[in-house]
Nanobody, 124 residues
């Protein structure tokens, strides 16, 4: 059983940056692929980025490609999301996720574990 705890959310003006972190415990996190999702009010939870267990493979949603960077530190059991050039439409609760299989299904339900989320608010 893997527990995931997100941190680093907050409020920022458009064009600014934030770095989210996700701390994992309770399992061999280095054997899990990790990802980030977000959910805006009244909308479904959507995929943002994913990284393979060894950090070699990454994937991004088109809406964040070139602005967000996912990374991980298996020695510290953490995964991070660096968010630059933030836009008001990036406002959402951001969730960390983990799963053991890498495949082309980026729906939230396809991930085995998820955190409680951290709020990101971008003002114009």
């Amino acid at each position: 059983q893997v527990q995931l705890v997100e941190s680093g959310g907050g409020s920022v003006q458009a064009g600014g940056s934030l770095r989210l972190s996700c701390a994992a415990s309770g399992g061999t996190f280095s054997s899990y692929h990790a990802g980030w999702f977000r959910q805006a009010p009244g909308k479904e939870r959507r995929f943002v980025a994913a990284i393979s267990w060894n950090g070699v493979r990454t994937s991004y949603a088109d809406s964040v490609e070139g602005r967000f960077t996912i990374s991980r530190d298996n020695a510290k059991n953490t995964v991070s999301l660096q968010m630059n050039s933030l836009k008001p439409e990036d406002t959402a609760v951001y969730y960390c996720a983990a799963r053991q299989v890498w495949y082309n299904d980026y729906s939230w339900r396809s991930w085995n574990y998820g955190g409680q989320g951290t709020q990101v608010t971008v003002s114009s």
